[in-house]
């Protein structure tokens, strides 16, 4: 039909208005494309459910909500959801799960009314047989209190040129001189990094539920002060971290209040530096730059892990490696099926990296040590990614370079040299989840406190980050540890800062 239309038109023009065609039929399909992710994205996880005239009428009606989008889903999607639950076996109510043994047990004995002590039938006393017995979780609601310190003051009555003696003071305090314990620092410390509770919301409910009334500045002041003193241990967890071979990275952006963005938040940057089962640590930069992980790696040269992202290139020692990460290459392809559901080259692809991670499922389920993880993902995996590899190439072959296919598959083929550096070390993980995992707090935190007050403050809140982090990977009590800690740093020797870390920490405790 196309054809017949042009064939009056002479050769030369013909051949241009065919160009355009298909020039404008290609950017036709990439702007569908567009749009449709657009759309689910504004209707949420659901609307991969739905057909192209469904999200047309959603986006027709601007005061749509999450529920709607839900019922505009197919039904035959729904009834497999609700066959897949039928299918699972019963769990159990969790009214009836037994409450944690190592809670106190306090008693309340009910006892029976005078009438219930006697028999109806003889009038005898009836005898105790024993208890009905029921537990419920209880509590008391948090308690502040003013510790009145009184340290004794001695002196001789005989012998005045003697002096006084008093009585030793009790521990060291987080904050010299200020009128909080240490108990109330760690906890308004917790109250923030860990259950992202911004200062104004914590001076609300102070007020609210104890009466006492203080300013957001004097509680920002224990947190920054304890934030100080946590910069030494995240040094020194630096230098552990850098004395091994293997780290994995990341960044996420968080607003900073300084005077370089007038009117708005400035753009600043948590940088993350871990090692699986090991120390976590943020580093603050006010961009998103090279110079950031260069300055922090120094002369590293065993393996760094990361994303495509270029800052991570040309830094480190002449013996670095660089992995990439699986995760990322999957989640292309993944999003992209979403918007072009069906492409059975690109379900493949995701059917062949699911293999992968069964692979290391199988080898973390038996414990297996770094040489023996290595020995099966070379028979196991690698036969798998020289397929895996094969499969992208012909699709990419197949679809639009700028469609969503298109993208992922450059990515993947981009990283493929960096992504399957981990089938020949078995110490390097299949991808970037363990850091990815860690930067989630910082994801929600962001969201309730908003912003970091200002540059300075940027270093602080990273080592109050890397200590709660640290803690949570090892399984430590973060209020125990923080606890004990904090009010030791200010007198202890530097050069032994490194015994205060949450890794010796936990060698020091093994019961907690």
């Not at 197919?74 to 109510?93: C, I, M």
């Not at 960044?251 to 708005?264: A, F, N, R």
Request: with cysteine.
């Amino acid at each position: 039909m196309k054809r017949d239309l042009l064939q009056p038109l002479p050769t030369p023009l013909r051949d241009a208005v065919e160009r355009e065609w298909r020039r404008l039929e290609v950017e036709n399909e990439l702007l569908k494309e567009e749009v449709k992710r657009l759309r689910m994205a504004k209707y949420g996880v659901k609307s991969d459910q739905l057909n192209e005239e469904q999200l047309t009428l959603l986006d027709e009606e601007p005061g749509v909500v999450s529920v709607e989008v839900k019922s505009e889903c197919g039904r035959s999607e729904l009834e497999k959801q609700d066959a897949a639950r039928q299918k699972r076996q019963p769990r159990q109510h969790p009214g009836r799960a037994e409450l944690p043994a190592h809670l106190e047990r306090i008693e309340s004995i009910l006892a029976c009314t005078p009438e219930q002590c006697r028999c109806a039938q003889c009038g005898g006393e009836k005898k105790l047989i024993g208890y009905d017995t029921s537990e419920e979780l209880d509590l008391k609601p948090a308690q502040y209190f003013v510790n009145v310190i009184k340290r004794e003051k001695r002196a001789c009555g005989q012998c005045e040129e003697l002096g006084v003696s008093t009585a030793a003071a009790p521990q060291p305090k987080i904050v010299e001189k200020g009128k909080a314990s240490n108990a109330v620092v760690v906890d308004v410390i917790l109250k923030k990094y860990c259950d992202h509770t911004p200062l104004y919301r914590q001076c609300a409910i102070l007020e609210r539920e104890a009466g006492i009334e203080l300013s957001r500045m004097t509680l920002c002041g224990w947190v920054m002060q304890g934030g100080m003193w946590l910069e030494a241990i995240r040094d020194a967890m630096r230098v552990d971290l850098l004395s091994g071979r293997y780290i994995q990275a990341d960044e996420t952006p968080v607003g900073v209040q300084s005077d370089q963005s007038v009117g708005k938040n400035h753009l600043g940057y948590l940088w993350q530096y871990s090692r699986p089962g090991g120390p976590v640590i943020f580093d603050f930069q006010m961009g998103r730059s090279r110079e950031g992980p260069a300055k922090f790696l120094g002369k590293f040269d065993g393996y760094l892990q990361s994303d495509g992202y270029g800052a991570y290139d040309k830094i480190g020692g002449e013996g670095i490696v660089h992995a990439g990460c699986m995760a990322h290459l999957r989640r292309g392809f993944v999003d992209a099926l979403k918007l072009a559901p069906g492409n059975a080259s690109a379900e493949a692809i995701v059917a062949a990296i699911a293999e992968l991670y069964a692979v290391e499922k199988r080898a973390r389920e038996a414990g297996m040590s770094a040489e023996e993880r290595q020995r099966l993902r070379q028979m196991e995996s690698v036969p798998v990614l020289e397929r895996l590899k094969k499969q992208i190439v012909a699709l990419r072959q197949e679809v639009l370079p700028k469609s969503a296919l298109g993208k992922a598959c450059d990515y993947a083929l981009g990283q493929w040299s960096r992504v399957v550096v981990y089938a020949s070390h078995g110490e390097v993980e299949i991808d970037n989840n363990w850091c990815e995992n860690a930067m989630r707090p910082v994801a929600l935190g962001r969201k309730n406190w908003l912003h970091i007050g200002s540059e300075e403050a940027g270093p602080r809140i990273a080592a109050i980050s890397s200590v709660v982090e640290t803690c949570r990977r090892l399984g430590i009590n973060v209020r125990e540890y923080l606890l004990d800690v904090l009010p030791r740093i200010p007198t202890w020797p530097a050069k032994r800062v490194a015994e205060l870390t949450p890794m010796a920490w936990a060698a020091q405790h093994p019961s907690r």
